[in-house]
């Protein structure tokens, strides 16, 4: 059977079907359950870019967000990037700002 779509350890990162595993210590900490989790910048109003340790390691997860009783959660609609993958898009932002400027 094919692994495609299917988290592995040694990728540290969720496919986009999954949704980030839920903290165990949520009810413990309340609303400060993200201590892990530095916000970036909000891309749109439920779009958002943060820095955050999950299994152990650090990813640039960049992820939609809803709000259910007053809350704004996380949902499945992202991706989360190891540091590997983070600096390989790093690296070819110039390319990607080239073409984009090139389909305007």
Known sequence: ???RGKRT???GYASDGEAPPKKASKKDSGDDSD???????EISKNRR???RNWQGKVVV?????????????PGKKGI???MDQWNVLRDHV????KAVAGNS
């Open 35 to 41: 201590d892990d989790n530095i916000v970036i910048c």
């Open 1 to 3: 059977m094919s692994k």
């Open 80 to 82: 989360s990037l190891s």
């Open 94 to 97: 110039d390319e990607i700002d």
């Open 9 to 11: 350890e040694e990728e």
């Open 49 to 51: 870019v943060s820095v």
């Open 61 to 73: 997860d960049i992820r939609e967000f809803y709000v259910k009783d007053g809350k704004q959660l």
